[in-house]
């Protein structure tokens, strides 16, 4: 059974950054395309960024040029760089992974982002 588990989540002020990684285990990291959603106060979950199997990557427009999604297949870790955060990134953070018909998500991790 594949298990996702982030870390990285915290309080940081406006225009600072933090980096997520998500760890895989329980199957084949390098055959998933992964991603990160996140979820803010009172708003639907929504797609952040993804990265497919050859490394391929895109982004939601609000996080374009400020996020980065990358991936260590030699880890089975993925990682979302956010740089220049702002109020409005406040969210739980989500990993999720899908081969096929198979998705899986990990638990989340909180991002505050505050003065």
């Known amino acids: 059974q594949v298990q996702l588990v982030e870390s990285g989540g915290g309080l940081v002020q406006p225009g600072g950054s933090l980096r997520l990684s998500c760890i895989f285990s329980?199957?084949?990291?390098?055959?998933?395309?992964m991603a990160w959603y996140r979820q803010g106060p009172g708003k639907q979950r929504e797609l952040v960024a993804t990265?497919?199997?050859?490394?391929?990557?895109s982004y939601e427009e609000a996080v374009k040029g400020r996020f980065t999604i990358s991936r260590d297949n030699a880890n089975d870790t993925v990682y979302l760089q956010m740089n220049t955060l702002k109020p409005e990134d406040t969210a739980v953070y989500y990993c999720?992974?899908?081969?096929?018909?198979?998705?899986?998500w990990g638990q989340g991790t909180q991002v505050t982002v505050s003065s």
């Open positions: 999720y992974a899908r081969f096929g018909y198979q998705e899986y």
């Open positions: 990265i497919d199997v050859f490394q391929q990557t």
């Open positions: 329980g199957g084949i990291f390098r055959v998933y395309t």
